[in-house]
Protein backbone atom coordinates (compact mmCIF):
# COMPACT_ATOMS: atom_id res chain seq x y z
CA UNK A 1 0.00 0.00 0.00
CA UNK A 2 3.11 2.71 0.18
CA UNK A 3 3.27 3.15 -3.48
CA UNK A 4 -0.73 3.68 -3.65
CA UNK A 5 -0.17 5.90 -0.88
CA UNK A 6 2.88 7.84 -2.76
CA UNK A 7 0.82 8.03 -5.85
CA UNK A 8 -1.96 9.68 -4.01
CA UNK A 9 0.35 11.93 -2.13
CA UNK A 10 1.28 12.99 -5.90
CA UNK A 11 -2.00 13.90 -6.75
CA UNK A 12 -2.81 15.80 -4.15
CA UNK A 13 -0.10 18.55 -5.29
CA UNK A 14 -1.58 18.47 -8.77
CA UNK A 15 -3.89 21.56 -10.32
CA UNK A 16 -7.86 20.03 -10.18
CA UNK A 17 -7.28 17.27 -7.71
CA UNK A 18 -10.49 17.15 -5.14
CA UNK A 19 -10.23 13.84 -3.64
CA UNK A 20 -9.18 10.34 -4.14
CA UNK A 21 -10.19 6.71 -2.24
CA UNK A 22 -9.50 3.34 -2.23
CA UNK A 23 -11.77 0.43 -1.80
CA UNK A 24 -10.98 -2.72 -1.10
CA UNK A 25 -12.98 -5.92 -2.30
CA UNK A 26 -15.21 -7.23 0.34
CA UNK A 27 -14.79 -10.87 -0.50
CA UNK A 28 -11.01 -10.09 -2.47
CA UNK A 29 -9.35 -7.74 0.01
CA UNK A 30 -6.37 -8.25 -2.93
CA UNK A 31 -9.27 -6.58 -5.42
CA UNK A 32 -8.63 -2.62 -5.12
CA UNK A 33 -10.66 0.01 -6.60
CA UNK A 34 -8.65 3.47 -6.64
CA UNK A 35 -11.07 6.49 -7.53
CA UNK A 36 -9.83 9.73 -7.45
CA UNK A 37 -11.81 13.20 -8.39
CA UNK A 38 -10.78 16.08 -10.55
CA UNK A 39 -11.99 19.73 -11.21
CA UNK A 40 -11.71 18.78 -15.43
CA UNK A 41 -10.72 16.03 -17.36
CA UNK A 42 -8.10 17.32 -18.59
CA UNK A 43 -6.42 17.98 -14.98
CA UNK A 44 -6.98 14.00 -14.77
CA UNK A 45 -5.25 13.44 -17.99
CA UNK A 46 -2.25 15.55 -17.08
CA UNK A 47 -1.66 13.82 -13.94
CA UNK A 48 -2.23 10.48 -16.12
CA UNK A 49 1.10 11.54 -18.19
CA UNK A 50 3.13 12.89 -15.47
CA UNK A 51 6.20 11.05 -15.05
CA UNK A 52 6.46 10.75 -11.18
CA UNK A 53 3.47 8.80 -12.07
CA UNK A 54 4.20 6.84 -14.59
CA UNK A 55 7.26 5.60 -11.83
CA UNK A 56 5.48 4.71 -9.24
CA UNK A 57 3.33 2.95 -11.74
CA UNK A 58 5.93 1.11 -13.18
CA UNK A 59 7.33 -0.02 -9.61
CA UNK A 60 3.48 -0.80 -8.92
CA UNK A 61 3.34 -3.28 -12.51
CA UNK A 62 5.00 -6.57 -10.85
CA UNK A 63 2.31 -6.59 -7.66
CA UNK A 64 -1.00 -6.69 -10.12
CA UNK A 65 -2.40 -9.81 -11.48
CA UNK A 66 -2.97 -8.10 -14.66
CA UNK A 67 -2.12 -4.54 -16.19
CA UNK A 68 -4.11 -1.66 -14.41
CA UNK A 69 -7.06 -0.51 -15.80
CA UNK A 70 -8.62 3.20 -16.63
CA UNK A 71 -11.89 4.54 -17.19
CA UNK A 72 -13.12 8.03 -16.70
CA UNK A 73 -16.53 9.12 -15.74
CA UNK A 74 -18.76 11.89 -14.76
CA UNK A 75 -20.11 12.26 -11.19
CA UNK A 76 -24.26 12.08 -11.29
CA UNK A 77 -26.00 12.45 -14.06
CA UNK A 78 -24.91 15.89 -15.57
CA UNK A 79 -22.86 15.47 -18.58
CA UNK A 80 -20.41 18.42 -19.55
CA UNK A 81 -20.27 19.24 -23.23
Not at 18 to 30: A, F, K, R, V, W
Not at 41 to 65: A, F
Amino acid sequence: YALLNELRTGALNRAGYISGETLMGYDQPNKLVVASTWDKLDSWRKWQSNTLRKDIEKKLRPLLEKPAEYGEYVLGAYLPR
